[in-house]
């Protein structure tokens, strides 16, 4: 039963860890897309650029024809003026610089609605790829944070599974077993201590008298005692009676 309790969690595990993975591998591949995409729309943007410029030399070239046309056709009329040619031969060349003229400026203006398409263009492929640079950023720190949730499950994973070994495990068991030693050990030095002050005889008589006997051999002490016992020997009771209880102070001391 317990084995299928283990079963059974560890699938719940695994299965709330597949939360994570799943979506992290979603966020990869859709960042994958969006920086392809960036790499496409970046090309494009490129092509549009070098169009405009191409297109923008065209245009000039056409309004400098123009220009040129025009001062043509302002020549020949003044040449009508001058007397150098009929007006009537005039007005016909004139007409003819005039009708080139034209289509000049046909071609010109055609130029000028190309490059007005192409930068518009070329903003629009840089408002997309200013929004691919933010998607692709916020999946980035999306992946960032999932990675990092993902770090301390596994963590705490590899924490629980390492107490749990030690609960059940042999290592439980031997700390168990080293604790009921230590206690053994301490009982035992415990009972040795009282064993060894029973055997020395803290309470036992002989050892007071032994204690006492050893006054004796105070030089301070013998002195005192051979002067008591002079004084009692010669009748001086009065001495006595003074000297019994400095010596009794002493020997309390």
């Not at 993975?21 to 494009?44: F, G």
């Amino acid at each position: 039963m317990f084995k299928n309790l283990l079963k059974a969690l560890k699938s719940l595990w695994d299965s709330f860890l597949s939360l994570f993975r799943s979506p992290i591998k979603t966020a990869e591949n859709k960042i994958k897309e969006l920086k392809e995409l960036q790499s496409k729309s970046n090309e494009s943007l490129g092509n549009m650029k070098a169009l405009t410029i191409n297109t923008k030399r065209e245009l000039e070239k056409k309004q400098q024809e123009i220009k040129d046309l025009t001062k043509r056709a302002e020549a020949i009329l003044r040449s009508a003026q001058s007397g150098k040619m009929s007006q009537e031969q005039a007005d016909i060349e004139a007409a003819k610089v005039l009708k080139e003229k034209s289509i000049a400026q046909k071609e010109a203006n055609h130029f000028a609605s190309l490059i007005k398409n192409y930068e518009l263009q070329a903003l629009k492929a840089e408002e997309t790829i200013s929004s691919i640079k933010h998607q692709i950023s916020a999946q980035e720190s999306a992946i960032a944070n999932l990675k990092a949730r993902k770090q301390v499950v596994d963590s705490t994973k590899e924490i629980q599974e390492g107490l749990n070994s030690i609960s059940k495990g042999s290592t439980g068991n031997k700390l168990r077993q080293l604790k009921s030693e230590i206690t053994r050990d301490e009982n035992a030095i415990s009972a040795s201590n009282e064993a060894y002050n029973d055997m020395i005889g803290l309470d036992d008589p002989l050892a007071e008298e032994d204690t006492s006997s050893s006054l004796l051999y105070d030089p301070n002490i013998n002195s005192e005692l051979e002067m008591m016992k002079k004084q009692l020997s010669s009748g001086n009771t009065s001495t006595t009676e003074e000297t019994i209880p400095q010596s009794q102070n002493y020997v309390k001391n």
